[in-house]
């Protein structure tokens, strides 16, 4: 998707902040391989919907910005759930034992991000956690096939 595709399916919302990049600048040693007033989107929050948007620019392909991952956030977000284990807004510690049971239960294997978010081996779901305050609360991250996931 598009970032406007994004906004179309969230009912028109427009991003309440949103970070980018000019790759061109004048000066710069790739300033011949676009414009400098072109922009490339890499993220938009959505403050209404709860949700961030991050993009990849597919420049090869001349696709522009296409998305690649959403972020639920845990405040604010929208009560989503993976395998029957609700992931937002919960103890991020409570989140973590649900998910480990699940994989135990079925053989699967746990992956682990950078920063320490999990995800049972079979999905593009990824259980986090994110300041709220003085304490954390669980957020989620969703990503498309293939992503290659940091945390």
């Not at 072109?38 to 696709?63: D, M, P």
């Amino acid at each position: 998707m598009s970032p406007q595709q994004v906004s179309a399916a969230l009912d028109g919302e427009v991003p309440a902040e949103g970070w980018g990049r000019h790759p061109f600048p004048v000066g710069s040693p790739w300033e011949d391989q676009g414009t400098p007033e072109e922009w490339h989107v890499s993220k938009e929050y959505y403050a209404r919907a709860g949700a961030s948007a991050h993009y990849f620019y597919a420049s090869q392909a001349g696709r522009g910005s296409v998305l690649v991952r959403v972020s639920v956030h845990g405040r604010s977000g929208p009560l989503v759930s993976l395998y029957g284990i609700e992931l937002i807004g919960r103890k991020p510690s409570a989140v973590e034992a649900d998910i480990i049971r699940y994989i135990q239960d079925r053989g699967l294997d746990l992956r682990m991000g950078c920063g320490g978010d999990i995800s049972p081996g079979d999905s593009q779901v990824w259980a986090r956690a994110e300041r709220a305050g003085d304490t954390s609360v669980s957020a989620a991250c969703f990503c498309i096939e293939d992503f290659e996931y940091h945390g």
